[in-house]
């Protein structure tokens, strides 16, 4: 792509930091061919978060839930340039992006320049600082995560099957643990005890009676941001497929084979298999650098922005998106992410054309030429919008092929469970598939278990 247009204006490089559901809106929403479009990401693929609890199991397949970023980059417009690597640091003075790489498997570090910056780098897993976590315990927000606790299923449930019934060791390994009773949480137990009672209980129907599922929650309920009576329901389905539930249980300490937990002033240590850490967000080191720099940033939840998306203190150069970002009334979802993207997309092409009269502006002599231009300008600058983001509602499947659904319509919610809910979330979640391809594999592998059950082999 040429560095300039027909007319001579220079064509602005516009850099996305990240390859996640605000990116990937945003890419698929901007005319690329408007600017130098480069993305940085270490991910080379978009991740289909909300089907990521159903991987660990088999109850979808890892590749049916990826898509490449260049495969993205190449249906655009104009050309994507991408870089496999991580954002370091930004220079906001020098308008600069240090990335770190590896070229031919040693460290490399290279600039990247741009006029514009979208910072859509997500969240990391938040810990709290609890001792022990990063050493024993598995976390569910990448691909890696999900091949990590499929492996850690299938070797610990062959140990186990190893020791005579009678060895405590053998209770120990079969002892799931999950913390966290937020979505996450809730849909990976659910997959989990739908795979030990539909799988693993034909192949090893004795191991698959030992086996015990727990989600450990530390606020009074699971599922905060649902309605009472969806998180009743949850209450009462999860009795029945015998997942325990502990309440108002804070996890203090996970050590390699025990889990240290409060509830009042009760401290508990439990034996565990595999501990699956599920807790919520935290800002990304790159997000926090940022923060540091800029004074106008001074929450610790994630990056401020302005109802526009920019990013406060990034003299409109910055604009960021996703859970990597802190605004009352806009959560850490893929939603929120989703349509915070397309908005972006149709802004920077507003953008582009503010641009194009600024410069013709500054190639002008006459005074009324000037005048007509301007005004052009403000008119265009008025027609950006601030965000709005429309809450569609929430679904979260909890197992036994029954979801939960909190549908918004308009100012009226309607919440629904059950199994109809469970089609109507299958429904929706193909539908929001980021690709046909993904549309389609996701199909098939749902139509593939219910023939032949879940491939569980690592
Ligand atoms: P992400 O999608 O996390 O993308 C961030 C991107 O930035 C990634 O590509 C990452 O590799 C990249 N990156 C990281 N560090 C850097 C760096 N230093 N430099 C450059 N790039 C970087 N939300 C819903 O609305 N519905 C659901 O059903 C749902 N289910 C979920 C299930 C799970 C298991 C999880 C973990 C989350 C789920 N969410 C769901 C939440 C949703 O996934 C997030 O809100 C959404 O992914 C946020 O989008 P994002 O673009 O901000 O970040
Ligand atoms: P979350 O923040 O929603 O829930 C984390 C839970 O962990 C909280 O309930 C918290 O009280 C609990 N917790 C924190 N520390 C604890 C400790 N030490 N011991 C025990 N419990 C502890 O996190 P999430 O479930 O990962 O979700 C992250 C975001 O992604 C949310 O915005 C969520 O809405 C979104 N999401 C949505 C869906 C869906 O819509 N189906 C699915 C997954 C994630």
Known sequence: QSKTFANGSPRKTLVILGSGWGSVSLLKNLDTSKYNVVVVSPRNFFLYTPLLPSAPVGTVELKSIVEPIRAIGRRSKGEVIYHEGEASDVDTVNKVIKVKSSMNGAPHEFDVKYDYLVVGVGAQPNTFGTPGVYEHASFLKEISDAQEIRRKVMTTVSSAASLDPSDPERK???SFIVVGGGPTGVEF????????DQDLSKWMPTISKEIKVTLVEASPNILGMFDKSLIQYTN???????IEVKLKTAVKEVKETTVTTKCGDVVEETPYGILVWATGNAPRDVSLKLMSKLEEQNSRRGLLIDDKLRLLGGNGSIYSIGDCT???????????AFQEGVYLGEVFNKIHKIDQLKWELSNTQDKSSQEKIQAKIDIMNSKID?????????????GSEKAIADIAMGESRYNLSGSFTFLFWRYAYLSMCISARNKVLVALDWIKVSIFGRNSSV
């Open 172 to 174: 120990r390994l079969l």
């Open 189 to 196: 137990a659910a997959e989990l005890q739908d795979f030990v």
């Open 236 to 242: 009462d389905l999860f009795k029945k497929e015998k």
């Open 326 to 336: 802190f605004h009352a009334g806009l959560f850490p979802t893929a939603q929120v």
């Open 386 to 398: 601030d965000f709005k983001y429309h809450h569609l509602g929430a679904l979260a499947y909890i």
